[in-house]
């Protein structure tokens, strides 16, 4: 077939009957497939089981500071993860606070306790049309939590190297605009990793907010899936370059290293920034919990085994990727309907369809038993003005039933094509 919006009519009328027929025939199976969250399938979870007979009577329970983690205590983390997170965000391990399971929940708990009692200025609340930037596409749970605060979220476009810093730096001279949201490699949902460029740009940023925070989600720092891996550069050194080493709140986890419901996660930034976090912690918590952070260091002694940990969750990730891609390009590739992402790493890969139709592609995907991330959830506000973005998470299901969702995807984005180009 040729590309649809060359092709005549009655060529567009044959292919329209085709692939409704086509589609009835996937109806009629009653599937129930789920892509629509970047959940770590079973066979991912299985390879960290181990880390269950790590602690316990027989190996003990103190750490190498002696401290025994089934007491209260240790606010900040053990050293020993502190050390590990430190490797992996190439940082000093004083720089790093290491929590509970969720580093949204961080991210979360550091913008309540910015809203009543500040980021080293006056508590946001207190300014009436505060704004959050909000690069799109992007992570629908980031833009809620700027929402739930009575943030303005304001869109911020994208390229191939990241946010596009005119928007950006144009916005930061707005003094009600306190911060932005950055998933700076393989982001979620497009894949992309900042470029160099964009993060000396984002370090160098003049914000007339002088509590202005970049918060900097590198949830995917180790999530390669192919040889060929992404680089990307240190905020923080860049920042401190720059003259703005506060400026970075950084973020991260192995919510999908290990166990997305029992990882560990960590929050770090400049000296000036950890002293205010962990002052204000103190009122808080007595501690996270150092169980859960012993297994997991005990798992991984530093940054090699999580290295190599890792290499064994992309070898089950990747023919997941692939089922997709391959149906993707063997399916949709040069109809003029559809161009997507292939991520060197992460967890999703982000497909444009034709304008103003990705509502219409979920909704026949749902009507033939297949769940996605609904339509518009990857901008603020659920809003996507081209309606066109749909985010697929081929994480979870088995490569069987990637396959058969891939199927079901092709063929509702040539129905809602066709559907719409043969209405005009």
Request: proline content about 5%.
């Amino acid at each position: 077939m040729t590309e649809y919006l060359k092709a005549d009519k009655a060529e567009l009328e044959k292919e329209f009957k085709a692939v409704r027929k086509e589609y009835e025939a996937l109806r009629a199976l009653h599937l129930s497939l789920d892509m629509s969250r970047g959940k770590p399938g079973f066979d991912n979870m299985d390879l960290s089981e181990k880390m269950f007979d790590l602690v316990g009577n027989d190996t003990g329970f103190k750490n190498i500071s002696g401290i025994d983690c089934r007491n209260y205590g240790g606010l900040d983390g053990l050293t020993e993860m502190k050390t590990l997170f430190a490797e992996i965000l190439d940082l000093k391990p004083d720089q790093i606070i290491v929590g509970g399971n969720s580093s949204l929940n961080m991210m979360f708990d550091t913008i309540a306790q910015a809203m009543t009692h500040g980021m080293g200025a006056e508590p946001w609340y207190e300014c009436k049309e505060r704004k959050f930037l909000c690069p799109v596409p992007g992570y629908d749970r980031h833009f809620a939590i700027a929402e739930y605060f009575g943030f303005k979220l304001i869109p911020i476009e994208m390229d191939s190297e990241g946010p596009i810093m005119e928007q950006v730096e144009e916005w930061v001279q707005d003094e009600t605009v306190k911060g932005i949201w950055c998933v700076p490699k393989y982001s979620n949902p497009n894949g992309i990793t900042y470029s160099d460029r964009v993060v000396k740009r984002m370090a160098a940023l003049k914000p007339k907010a002088r509590d202005f925070r970049i918060f900097w989600d590198n949830a995917y720092a180790v999530h390669d899936l192919y040889d060929t891996s992404d680089e990307l550069l240190n905020i923080y050194n860049e920042c401190v370059k720059a003259g703005n080493p506060d400026l970075p709140l950084i973020f991260t986890s192995s919510s999908k290293i290990t166990f997305p419901g029992a990882g560990v996660a960590a929050e770090a930034g400049s000296p000036n920034n950890v002293a205010m976090l962990k002052d204000r912690m103190q009122y808080q918590t007595i501690g996270p919990d150092k169980l859960n952070q012993l297994r997991h260091a005990r798992m991984f002694h530093n940054r090699s085994d999580v290295e190599k940990h890792m290499k064994k969750l992309a070898d089950k990730l990747r023919p997941k990727f692939d089922a997709v891609l391959t149906a993707l390009e063997s399916n949709l590739s040069g109809l003029g309907i559809a161009q997507w992402t292939k991520p060197n790493g992460g967890y999703f890969i982000s497909l444009n369809v034709m304008d103003g139709c990705a509502k219409r592609v979920t909704q026949l995907c749902a009507n033939a038993g297949m769940t996605l991330t609904p339509a518009g959830a990857t901008y603020p506000y659920g809003y996507d003005a081209k309606d066109s973005n749909i985010r697929i998470a081929p994480s979870f299901p088995n490569v069987e039933e990637i396959s058969k969702a891939a199927e079901v995807l092709c063929v509702s984005v040539k129905y809602a094509a066709l559907e719409k180009i043969l209405e005009n």
